[in-house]
C-alpha cells in the first residue's frame, strides 16, 4: 500500500482489487464457484490456470484487504482452499 500511495493512487475512490484464491488441491470442486457468487454476488469469479481469482469493486484500505482475505479463506478452506494474495491496478 505503500508503493500505491507513493505512486499516487488515490484510495478515495472505489476501484477493482483482486484476490487470488490457492488450493492444495486443483481444481478445487465446482460448486465452490457457485459459493463464492453466493456469498459475494457483486464480486467476479473466474478459473484460471491453478487458481481461482475474485475481482471486487470497492474502496482499497488495509482493513478491508485483510477482512476479504480472511472471508475467502473462509470460504474456500472447506475445499483447501487460501486467499493469501491480492492486487489493483494503479
Given at each position: 500500500m505503500r508503493?500505491?500511495?507513493?505512486?499516487?493512487?488515490?484510495?478515495?475512490?472505489?476501484?477493482?482489487?483482486?484476490?487470488?484464491i490457492d488450493?492444495d488441491?486443483?481444481?478445487?470442486?465446482?460448486?465452490l464457484?457457485?459459493i463464492?457468487?453466493?456469498?459475494?454476488?457483486?464480486?467476479?469469479?473466474?478459473?484460471h490456470?491453478?487458481?481461482l481469482?475474485?475481482?471486487?469493486?470497492a474502496?482499497?484500505?488495509y482493513?478491508?484487504?485483510?477482512?476479504m482475505?480472511?472471508d475467502?479463506?473462509?470460504?474456500?478452506a472447506?475445499?483447501?482452499g487460501?486467499c493469501e494474495?491480492?492486487?489493483c491496478?494503479?
Amino acid at each position: 500500500m505503500r508503493r500505491l500511495q507513493r505512486d499516487g493512487f488515490s484510495f478515495d475512490r472505489e476501484t477493482e482489487i483482486d484476490f487470488n484464491i490457492d488450493f492444495d488441491q486443483w481444481p478445487p470442486d465446482s460448486s465452490l464457484i457457485g459459493i463464492l457468487q453466493n456469498e459475494l454476488p457483486s464480486a467476479k469469479v473466474s478459473v484460471h490456470d491453478d487458481y481461482l481469482l475474485v475481482k471486487v469493486r470497492a474502496r482499497l484500505s488495509y482493513a478491508f484487504v485483510i477482512k476479504m482475505q480472511a472471508d475467502l479463506t473462509q470460504i474456500s478452506a472447506a475445499f483447501g482452499g487460501r486467499c493469501e494474495s491480492w492486487g489493483c491496478w494503479t
